[in-house]
């Protein structure tokens, strides 16, 4: 099956700064990455996502990039604010299984 | 909106207890899925569905099994509740099979004593 490592597993950033979060997944049929974001206590809900025909997608501060042949995917947040401190998860979806990575929790210090 | 409901936010169970965690999906989506989030093991999949009466395992279903009577509705059952299951269980649900967000639940915390 499908196998997600996602790093780091904590991240700590300046208001500001960027942060950078990575994944790296097995099953090459995986064709399909969201990107969840959690905060306390609250539902994950999607931020972005990404098919496997597109290299890069970008939204406002963040952006994803995915790497087909190496199999990974990366978060990119820009001028990070406190609002964005949360638990991150990466996914690879085939035929609408998602497999999730072990989450990142973003701290981002005013 | 999307409204993913389940139907409790915190249950205490004993252990050998039998327990129904309901999830009730309000936009007509054909795929329901039961996942338990656990601190540093991020989501696990325990058992989805793509439709009615259908269920399929996911990668941890030992001590649990499904039912989805109607389409709105899929419930997770824990046969015979025990300590490690304590968990938070998310329920999500999605329009199609591929290349579409999931829709989570507010989540159960499920403890087991």
């Known amino acids: 099956g499908e196998n997600v490592e996602q790093h780091p597993s904590t991240l700590s950033v300046q208001e500001g700064d960027s942060a950078v979060i990575k994944c790296t997944y097995s099953d090459s049929a995986s064709n399909y990455f969201p990107w969840y974001k959690q905060e306390l206590g609250k539902r994950p809900q999607l931020i972005i996502d990404?098919?496997?025909?597109?290299g890069e997608k970008k939204d406002q501060r963040i952006a994803v990039t995915l790497n087909k042949t190496a199999k990974h995917f990366s978060l990119h947040i820009t001028e990070t604010q406190p609002e964005d401190s949360a638990v991150y998860f990466c996914a690879a979806d085939n035929a609408g299984k998602s497999t999730f990575g072990d989450g990142t929790t973003l701290t981002v210090k005013p | 909106d999307v409204k993913v409901t389940q139907s409790s936010r915190y249950l205490v169970k004993r252990t050998g207890e039998k327990v129904f965690l309901e999830c009730v999906q309000d936009m007509d989506h054909e795929n329901m899925f039961w996942y338990r989030q656990d601190p540093g093991l991020g989501l696990r999949l325990i058992y989805f569905?793509?439709?009615?009466?259908?269920?399929e395992k996911g990668d941890i279903p030992e001590g649990y099994s499904v039912s989805r009577e109607k389409k709105e509705r899929f419930s997770l059952i824990l046969e015979s509740a025990s300590t490690n299951q304590t968990s938070m269980y998310l329920c999500?649900?999605?329009?199609?099979?591929?290349?579409?967000?999931?829709?989570f639940g507010q989540g159960t915390r499920l403890t087991v004593v």
């Open positions: 990404i098919r496997s025909n597109v």
């Open positions: 569905s793509y439709d009615v009466k259908m269920k």
């Open positions: 999500a649900s999605r329009p199609t099979k591929g290349q579409t967000e999931a829709f």
